[in-house]
């Protein structure tokens, strides 16, 4: 199993990022999928989710309105679109895979994950 993350990088607050995660060696339609972030120092947290099928989604209170998750289940692939990001925004990336959520539903908590990435590192500059 490996889940790829990539799009990473240097952005000025206010900019515009979108994160994806490729995903290989598992029937990547019969998993949820969430993203999660570890700041600098801090315990990972939960950003945003995706049922398996793509219909229920579910972001964090602080990234609401700015951050938008999405897959492609031919391209087995999970995305997040970033935008007007800020200086607390800035962690680093990780997905995830969830084998037990159901075809609308999506899990929160990283306990309720089987399967990560390596992460991609976000920054932004004030």
């Known amino acids: 199993v490996q889940l790829q993350a990539s799009g990473g990088g240097l952005v000025q607050t206010g900019g515009s990022l979108r994160l994806s995660c490729a995903a290989s060696g598992i029937a990547f339609g019969n998993f949820g999928m969430g993203w999660f972030r570890q700041p600098s120092g801090k315990d990972r947290e939960f950003v945003a989710a995706?049922?398996?099928?793509?219909?229920?989604?579910r972001h964090a209170d602080s990234v609401k309105g700015r951050f938008t998750i999405s897959r492609d289940n031919v391209k087995n692939t999970v995305y997040l679109q970033m935008s007007s990001l800020k200086p607390e925004d800035a962690a680093v990336y990780y997905c995830a895979a969830d084998r037990r959520s159901s075809t609308y539903t999506v899990s929160t908590g990283p306990y309720d994950y089987d399967y990560w990435g390596q992460g991609t590192q976000v920054t932004v500059s004030s």
């Open positions: 995706v049922s398996r099928n793509g219909v229920g989604t």
